[in-house]
């Protein structure tokens, strides 16, 4: 069980900056996490096209950067550029690496490939250390299809991640970062040789050059990623609340939610679909797209409520003097939780899933038909509990909530868990995922 | 899974392809001489069933792949003389564009990897280098205009 609780401990990590934005100097950046949950949604929509193990990619999408935990993202070009700095804080240093990369000569290329292969096989296996034998094995799979990089599976999922970072480059371009578009254009040009992500390709390219909104299926297909992408950056209200330094963002939540549902799911006792279960918590939060996150406690605070919401939208906007106070109001109810009773909650559920269900079916209108019905059952199915995959990632949701409270805590003791040690008691029936959060409570509470 | 009808190799791939196919054979036989557990477990599933099977179902659908592309592979050979001046596949090609140098080999789709420098056939650069020769300059243009002027055409 010790070791289970590592592996979970170490997904929680990949909520980290992606390092390739920081080389171009964007600003709060994507994380890791948050770019493999647009990929897994990515491969999500686009796998239904081609014949592949649907499962299968879902997961290789959500895996493809577990070695990210012990690695940078892309150390760029260090063993090439010799003299150079490799610190993208010194800006023009920065951007003469970036662009030099681009026209590497084929030997080195082929140096740079081999010690990326190698310093990502060290991550992995580093990752790999100690894990369950069962969790191990499919990773193991996983890994090995990827080096070998030959099945159809692999070659959808590598070209997927790229398209993704096609599109994010183009966002953070269309939001003003200095991002040479151009070069993305050239290396675009190499690098996606199957003809679903060169259509993809061009409706990003129409989107944003030609500020065309997509009216064909693919234009469609990247308006909703593009919308699910404003995930990637929309901080998590009750972390933001408790003070948190660059809290978790809702992507990042959805993200090692479906990496633990995929997980949890394979204890056979639970005989449930991980496909289902991956697919279910990847949707679970769709509704954020349009909505600001709902805080159960906001009737706690009526004066402060506008306040919070504005802190919370544009925290530019307060001084830090200002934003301590209004925290510190909001900390001294946030410290002491009250407990809400049935009804209460029955309707406060009520209201809320109303308003998130019409949110939710208006981000999935933007899909074609069937693949927009989709998404959006699998949403309500989570909202409702309707089968037993939804009943299952309700439960994780908990789960990994308390994972990253447990994350937060450790950085600093001052950090509250009792709440949600309390929320457990409610939420967690399944045999497998209480002893699971047992462990984790002895682990976290008893003194070491 | 897509199957393709045609696969380009180098030698090097196809070797690469043989190594595996060689040891997922062996893997495989290894497996069937195991004795599979139990199916059930006190009333349920067994999970070490369940794995037996996933692990010997991948291995069966991966030999399948392996070998539809040994059936179908075309290995990519060095053209004759007078054609070598042309760009083809296992050709490792310089262009200047904008002013920059890159330098890259083309191949077939199953051993593109842009970042060690291998671009595929079937990547709009590759196809529209395609053909042509060193001294000539090629308009790749999706969306935006890009020349490729070609340096250097080697194999």
């Not at chain 1, 493999?36 to 990619?57: D, I």
Request: proline content about 4%; glycine content about 4%; hydrophobic content about 40%.
């Amino acid at each position: 069980m010790k070791n289970k609780i590592a592996f979970f401990e170490n997904i929680q990590k990949l909520k980290k900056e992606r390092e390739i934005w920081l080389w171009y100097g964007v600003k709060e950046p994507e994380t890791v996490a948050g770019h493999s949950f647009r990929v897994a949604f990515l491969v999500w929509l686009l796998a239904g096209k081609k014949k592949l193990n649907k499962g299968g990619v879902l997961k290789m999408a959500l895996a493809h950067d577990f070695c990210q935990v012990f690695q940078p993202d892309e150390l760029l070009g260090k063993p090439l550029l010799s003299g150079r700095t490799n610190s993208f804080k010194d800006r023009a240093k920065a951007k003469e690496i970036v662009k030099k990369l681009l026209h590497l000569s084929l030997a080195q290329k082929k140096e740079r490939a081999r010690r990326k292969t190698q310093r990502r096989e060290r991550a992995f296996q580093k990752f790999m250390a100690g894990l369950p034998e069962n969790y191990k094995k499919e990773l193991e799979g996983i890994w090995q299809d990827f080096k070998r990089g030959a099945s159809p599976e692999v070659r959808f999922v590598v070209q997927a991640e790229r398209a993704e970072n096609f599109l994010q480059a183009f966002e953070y371009w269309a939001r003003g970062e200095e991002i040479p578009i151009e070069d993305w254009l050239y290396w675009a040009e190499m690098v996606f040789d199957d003809p679903l992500f060169i259509e993809f390709k061009g409706a990003v390219v129409r989107r944003f050059l030609r500020k065309a909104e997509g009216k064909d299926e693919m234009g469609r297909i990247v308006d909703f990623l593009v919308r699910v992408g404003r995930l990637k950056s929309q901080q998590r209200v009750k972390w933001v609340l408790r003070k948190v330094n660059q809290p978790e963002k809702t992507a990042d939540h959805c993200f090692s939610e479906a990496v633990a549902a995929w997980f949890f799911a394979k204890d056979s006792r639970l005989k449930l679909n991980s496909e289902k279960a991956i697919k279910i918590a990847l949707a679970h939060e769709l509704a954020g797209v349009f909505l600001k996150e709902k805080f159960s406690y906001h009737y706690l605070f009526p004066n402060l409520r506008g306040e919070i919401v504005n802190l919370l939208k544009k925290p530019a906007l307060f001084s830090a003097k200002e934003r301590e106070e209004i925290l510190r109001e909001v900390k001294k109810k946030v410290f002491v939780w009250p407990f809400f009773s049935a009804r209460r909650k029955r309707v406060d559920f009520a209201k809320a899933f109303r308003r998130e269900r019409s949110a939710v079916r208006k981000i999935t209108s933007l899909l074609p038909q069937p693949l927009g019905r989709e998404i959006f059952a699998y949403w309500e199915r989570f909202g409702k509990g309707l089968d037993k995959e939804a009943k299952f990632v309700q439960q994780v949701d908990v789960i990994d909530n308390l994972l990253q409270a447990v994350a937060y805590h450790q950085k600093s003791d001052n950090f509250p868990l009792a709440s949600w040690w309390n929320e457990l008691g409610e939420k967690i029936e399944d045999a497998p995922l209480l002893i699971f959060v047992e462990s984790l409570r002895r682990k976290v509470c008893l003194p070491r | 899974m897509v199957y393709q009808d045609k696969y380009y190799l180098t030698k090097e791939g196809l070797e690469e392809i043989k190594k595996e196919y060689e040891k997922l054979l062996k893997e495989k036989k290894a497996k069937s001489r195991e004795e599979a557990p139990p199916f059930l477990h006190s009333e349920d599933l067994n999970a070490e069933f369940v794995s037996f099977r996933e692990d010997f179902d991948y291995l069966g659908s991966r030999i399948a792949e392996l070998e539809h592309i040994l059936k179908n592979y075309e290995l990519v050979k060095l053209p004759p003389k007078k054609e070598r001046d042309k760009i083809n596949l296992g050709a490792r090609v310089k262009i200047e564009v904008n002013g920059q140098e890159d330098e890259f080999m083309i191949v077939g789709t199953l051993e593109a990897n842009p970042t060690a420098g291998k671009i595929s056939n079937e990547s709009p650069v590759g196809r529209a280098l395609l053909g042509h020769k060193a001294g000539d300059e090629v308009v790749v243009s999706s969306p935006v205009k890009v020349v490729y002027k070609i340096k250097t055409v080697r194999y």
